[in-house]
T-cell receptor
Framework: EAQVTQNPRYLITVTGKKLTVTCSQN?????MSWYRQDPGLGLRQIYY???????DKGDVPEGYKVSRKEKRNFPLILESPSPNQTSLYFC???????????FGPGTRLLVL | QKEVEQNSGPLSVPEGAIASLNCTYS??????FFWYRQYSGKSPELIMF??SNGDKEDGRFTAQLNKASQYVSLLIRDSQPSDSATYLC????????????WGAGTKLIIKP
C-alpha cells in the first residue's frame, strides 16, 4: 500500500530533551516536506527536500533540523524542544513540489 | 507577506444543497490552486487542483478560479453528511517553485 508513515503518533516530552520524529514514504517521491498545524494558522512549512541530500528551509524552520540521507526517509529533529513547539506535525511527499501531496497520519507533540 | 485567506466557518449547509467555499490569495502570479479536505483528527487529502488556465469539475466537486479578483472557489453539489470536514486551500508561491501557501481552512458542516 502506498503510504507515508510517521512515528511516533503521540509524544509528550519536556523542554530541552532532544527528539526525532521519523517519516518514511514508499512511493519513490522526490519531494518531501514537514508542516506544523496550529489552530487558526493552517499548515506552515518547516523544511522541505527536493531529493537526497537537498534540503531547504520553509517558513518556520527555527528550532528544527532535518536530513535526507535516503530517498524514502525524512526525519525531523528537535534539538532542544520548547513549549512553543507544541503542535500537530505532518510529513508529506509528492513526485514533484507542486503535485499532489500525500500526508502522513500526523504526530501530536506536547512539550512541557 | 503572501497570504491565503479562508473564512474559518463553520459553514452550515443542508444535506442535498450546494456548499460554496471561497479562498482569496494575495500573490497575483500564483498559477496552481489546490483544495484539500481534512476530517477531524485526520491528515489532509487532495480533492482537486486547478491551474490558471481554467475551471475543473470532478463528480460533485467543481473548482473555479477568478483571477481578476484573486479568489478560487470550491462548489460541492448534492452535499452529503460525509462532506462535513475542514477544507484547506493551497496556492503556489510564485516566488518559489517548491512551496505552497496554505489557508487556515473552512469548517463545513452538512446538516441531515
Amino acid at each position: 500500500e502506498a503510504q507515508v508513515t510517521q512515528n511516533p503518533r503521540y509524544l509528550i516530552t519536556v523542554t530541552g530533551k532532544k527528539l526525532t520524529v521519523t517519516c518514511s514514504q514508499n512511493m519513490n517521491h522526490e519531494y518531501m516536506s514537514w508542516y506544523r498545524q496550529d489552530p487558526g494558522l493552517g499548515l506552515r512549512q518547516i523544511y522541505y527536500s527536493m531529493n537526497v541530500e537537498v534540503t531547504d528551509k520553509g517558513d518556520v524552520p527555527e528550532g528544527y533540523k532535518v536530513s535526507r540521507k535516503e530517498k524514502r526517509n525524512f526525519p525531523l529533529i528537535l534539538e532542544s524542544p520548547s513549549p512553543n513547539q507544541t503542535s500537530l506535525y505532518f510529513c508529506a511527499s509528492s513526485p514533484q513540489p507542486l503535485e499532489t501531496q500525500y500526508f502522513g497520519p500526523g504526530t501530536r507533540l506536547l512539550v512541557l | 507577506q503572501k497570504e491565503v485567506e479562508q473564512n474559518s466557518g463553520p459553514l452550515s449547509v443542508p444535506e442535498g444543497a450546494i456548499a460554496s467555499l471561497n479562498c482569496t490569495y494575495s500573490d497575483r502570479g500564483s498559477q496552481s490552486f489546490f483544495w484539500y479536505r481534512q476530517y477531524s483528527g485526520k491528515s489532509p487529502e487532495l480533492i482537486m487542483f486547478i491551474y490558471s488556465n481554467g475551471d475543473k469539475e470532478d463528480g460533485r466537486f467543481t473548482a473555479q478560479l477568478n483571477k481578476a479578483s484573486q479568489y478560487v472557489s470550491l462548489l460541492i453539489r448534492d452535499s452529503q453528511p460525509s462532506d462535513s470536514a475542514t477544507y484547506l486551500c493551497a496556492v503556489n508561491n510564485e516566488g518559489s517553485n517548491y512551496q505552497l501557501i496554505w489557508g487556515a481552512g473552512t469548517k463545513l458542516i452538512i446538516k441531515p
